[in-house]
């Protein structure tokens, strides 16, 4: 299985309860590939500056505490 298409069609022959497993699979695979890329953003220094304004915004008062 090599194409975004031939995975479709497997995916689409699976009963629903391995489509579940696959779905949750996926979404973890996701979060984890966001978080690498975080990482190394941060990393890189490329978060830097949003860090510097949003501490910019705290000491000026420009935050609301989270519901």
Same mark, same amino acid.
């Given at each position: 299985?090599?194409? @975004?298409q031939e995975i479709e069609t497997a995916i689409?022959?699976?009963?629903p309860q391995? &489509? $579940? @497993?696959v779905a949750d699979w996926l979404q973890e695979y996701r979060e984890e590939l966001f978080d690498r890329q &975080? $990482?190394?953003?941060?990393k890189? !220094?490329?978060l830097d500056q949003l860090m510097e304004e949003a501490?910019?915004?705290?000491r000026a !008062?420009?935050?609301k505490p989270l519901p």
């Open positions: 299985m090599s194409t @975004v689409q022959q699976l009963n391995d &489509i $579940e @497993v &975080i $990482e190394a953003d941060a890189a !220094g490329k501490a910019q915004d705290y !008062g420009r935050c």
